[in-house]
Structures are given as structure tokens and as C-alpha cells.
Antibody, heavy 121, light 107 residues
Framework: QVQLVESGGGVVQPGRSLRLSCVES?????????MHWIRQAPGKGLEWMTR????????EYADSVKGRFTVSRDNSKNTLYLEMNSLKIEDTAIYYC?????????????WGQGTLVTVSS | DILLTQSPTSLSASVGDGVTVTCRAS??????LHWYQRKPGRAPELLIY???NLQRGFPSRFRGSGYGSDFTLTISNLQPEDFATYYC?????????FGGGTKVEIK
């Protein structure tokens, strides 16, 4: 069974940095699938942030985080990362680590429970 | 970016009712439209993929349809466990976008 567990959330001041991690512990061949980060701000809908290909060679970002956030992965550790720099108040959200559905690009098959990031002075 | 417009934003229905949620894309997206169910305090779950394919584990009272730019999620014979928020999402092109959500509440 696919199990994704995020960590690294917390309270951070505007302009500071934070790194999120997501570990897959269900043994589903982590290194074979593209991964995403998706967030939901309080009272808002779901917003896709970034995608990384199975081998880390290709990455895509939403305009709202391009240049500030960096996605990476370590397949030897079954771990996905999100490095968040120059954080803004509007980055406050629950951040979900998500695995693609089967091998279908852009379909979100498995979700972690999320980690809360609060950007506040 | 492709805009997905969901309607209604919320609806009230009774157990046993049938309901319909629509999702309209700002351009054609073939069948690259997926639906997710979100219950309070839980992560979303993939409900229907590629417009009309029911994800394993969900009952057949959920049905998706549509192609191009107009899509529909139909729930027949609503059950207590179906009261949730439903989101559509397109994978036709990046950035992958979501509809605003439809909250299905108990009348």
C-alpha cells in the first residue's frame, strides 16, 4: 500500500526558508513515478505547485512559486523534497505530497496527509 | 492556464437523491479531466480518472461523463458517506489546475 508521509512544516517568518520532506514507506517503487506537491490555503481550493519526473530530470512549477520553490528527490531514500525560499504570507497552506496515478502524467493517485506551513511575522 | 469552472459551488441534498456537478474547461482538454472526493480532515482521493473511469473502491453510483470542455459528475442514490467536497482537475497541460470545488451537504 502506498504510504506518503510529509514532514517539515511549521511557522516561519516572511522571507525565510523551509524545506519539506515526503517519505514513501509502502514500497511501491518510488523511483518509478512522477511526484507532485499540491497545497491548499485556508478557505481556498487546491493548487498544484510542482511536478518532478521519476528520475528527477524534468521539473515543472506553477508561476506562483517559480524561482522561489525547488522540488527534488532522492530515489535511494524514497524521499521527495520541496525547498521553499522567500516565503510569503500567501504561501500559508497545507502542503500535500502526491504520487501520480499509475503512469498517467498529471493525475494524482495517492496523497499524503499533508503538512501545515504557516508564514507569519 | 486552463481555467476549470465548477458549478454549483455547493448543494444540499437528501440521502437517496441524485445530484449532478458540472465542470467546464476554458479550452478543450480531450478527456484529461479527473474528479476527486475530499472529506473533512482527510486528503483528497481520486474518484474518477480520464473523464469516465471509476477508481477502484468507489461504488457504481458515481459516474463521470464528458469530453472536450464540458464534463459532469453524477451521483445517484446519495449515501451518507458521499457528503463531501468534489473537485475536478485537468491534466491536459501544465500547470495542472483544479476547479473551485463543489460541497455536497446534507439537507
Amino acid at each position: 500500500q502506498v504510504q506518503l508521509v510529509e514532514s517539515g512544516g511549521g511557522v516561519v517568518q516572511p522571507g525565510r526558508s523551509l524545506r519539506l520532506s515526503c517519505v514513501e514507506s509502502g514500497g511501491f517503487q518510488f523511483g518509478s513515478y512522477e511526484m507532485h506537491w499540491i497545497r491548499q490555503a485556508p478557505g481556498k481550493g487546491l493548487e498544484w505547485m510542482t511536478r518532478i519526473s521519476f528520475d528527477g530530470a524534468n521539473r515543472e512549477y506553477a508561476d506562483s512559486v517559480k524561482g522561489r520553490f525547488t522540488v527534488s528527490r532522492d530515489n535511494s531514500k524514497n524521499t521527495l523534497y520541496l525547498e521553499m525560499n522567500s516565503l510569503k504570507i500567501e504561501d500559508t497552506a497545507i502542503y500535500y505530497c502526491v504520487r501520480q496515478w499509475r503512469m498517467v502524467r498529471g493525475v494524482f493517485g495517492y496523497w499524503g496527509q499533508g503538512t501545515l506551513v504557516t508564514v507569519s511575522s | 492556464d486552463i481555467l476549470l469552472t465548477q458549478s454549483p459551488t455547493s448543494l444540499s441534498a437528501s440521502v437517496g437523491d441524485g445530484v449532478t456537478v458540472t465542470c467546464r474547461a476554458s479550452q478543450t482538454i480531450d478527456n484529461s479531466l479527473h474528479w476527486y472526493q475530499r472529506k473533512p480532515g482527510r486528503a483528497p482521493e481520486l474518484l474518477i480518472y480520464s473523464a469516465n473511469n471509476l477508481q477502484r473502491g468507489f461504488p457504481s453510483r458515481f459516474r463521470g461523463s464528458g469530453y472536450g470542455s464540458d464534463f459532469t459528475l453524477t451521483i445517484s442514490n446519495l449515501q451518507p458517506e458521499d457528503f463531501a467536497t468534489y473537485y475536478c482537475q485537468q491534466s491536459y497541460t501544465s500547470p495542472f489546475t483544479f476547479g473551485g470545488g463543489t460541497k455536497v451537504e446534507i439537507k
